[in-house]
C-alpha cells in the first residue's frame, strides 16, 4: 500500500525525466551506462501512462558545448554536445516538446499555459543548474515530482536534491532508474529514503494507485 503523499492537498503530479539520452543509455555513447539497459521499457510505460493522464511531463537534457569545462573539471569524456547524436534522447522517451527551456534563453516566464511536455536544458548535474528552469520549478507549487532516469547516483540525486531543498514532495521510481556504479547508486537511494523522498516502482504508478492517491483527477485537467 502507498503511503500517503497528499494528506489532502490537492497536489499535482508532474514527472521528470531525466537525462535519458543517447550518451547515457545505448551502446556507444560518449557515457554509456550498461545498467540502463533494464530500465527502457519502464521509462516508455511512465511516459505514455503520463501522456494518457494528461500529467505534465518534465524532461532534463543534459546540454554542453563542445569545449565545456566541465569534462575537464569532472574527468567526463566529451559527451551530450548540444545538437549531437549523443544529446538526443532514446526512442522510449523521444517526445515532440511544446516548450523548451534552454540554458541561454531567459525569454520565457511562467506560468505555463497547456503545455504538457517541456524540455528543459541543463549546463551540470542538477534540473535547478539551468537558472531559467527556476522560475518554471517554482510556478509548479503544490506539486509532487516522479523522478526517474539517469544515472542514480549523478544527475539524478542532484536534481533530487535540489527539490528537496526546495521543500517539493519526490517519489523516485526505482526500477526507472540506473546506476553508473551499483554500490552508489544503491547509497544515492539510501540517501533519499533518509530525505523523505518516496521509492515507487513502475507499476505503483502505472496500476494507478498513486494518481487516485493524491486525489488529482480534476486538478491535472487545468
Ligand atoms: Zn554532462
Redesign the pocket.
Known amino acids: 500500500m502507498l503511503c500517503d503523499v497528499s494528506e489532502g492537498q490537492n497536489l499535482r503530479l508532474v514527472f521528470l525525466d531525466i537525462d535519458t539520452q543517447i550518451d547515457f543509455m545505448l551502446p556507444g555513447g560518449k ?1 554509456y551506462l550498461e545498467e540502463s539497459r533494464h530500465i527502457f521499457g519502464n521509462l516508455h510505460r511512465l511516459l505514455e501512462y503520463a501522456l494518457l493522464n494528461r500529467i505534465l511531463i518534465l524532461q532534463t537534457a ?1 546540454t ?1 558545448t563542445e569545449n565545456d569545462p ?1 569534462f575537464e573539471t569532472f574527468g ?1 569524456p566529451a ?2 554536445v548540444a545538437g549531437s547524436a549523443g544529446w538526443k534522447r532514446v526512442p522510449e522517451t523521444t517526445l515532440v516538446p511544446d516548450l523548451v527551456i534552454t540554458n541561454s534563453d531567459a525569454a520565457w516566464r511562467p506560468p505555463l499555459g497547456q503545455e504538457r511536455v517541456v524540455l528543459i536544458e541543463k549546463p ?2 542538477s534540473i535547478a543548474s539551468n537558472p531559467n528552469a527556476l522560475g518554471l520549478i517554482e510556478s509548479l507549487r503544490p506539486c509532487h515530482f516522479v523522478a526517474f532516469g539517469v544515472a542514480t547516483e549523478g544527475c539524478v540525486r542532484k536534481s533530487i536534491l535540489s527539490l528537496r531543498s526546495m521543500q517539493f514532495e519526490v517519489s523516485v521510481v526505482i526500477d526507472a532508474v540506473a546506476h553508473g556504479r551499483i554500490k552508489s547508486g544503491e547509497q544515492a537511494l539510501e540517501e533519499f529514503t533518509s530525505l523523505g523522498v518516496r521509492p515507487l516502482i513502475t507499476d505503483d504508478i502505472c496500476s494507478g494507485a498513486l494518481l487516485a492517491e493524491t486525489r488529482l483527477s480534476g486538478a491535472l485537467r487545468r
Open positions: 557515457l543534459d554542453h566541465e567526463f559527451h551530450c551540470s548535474f
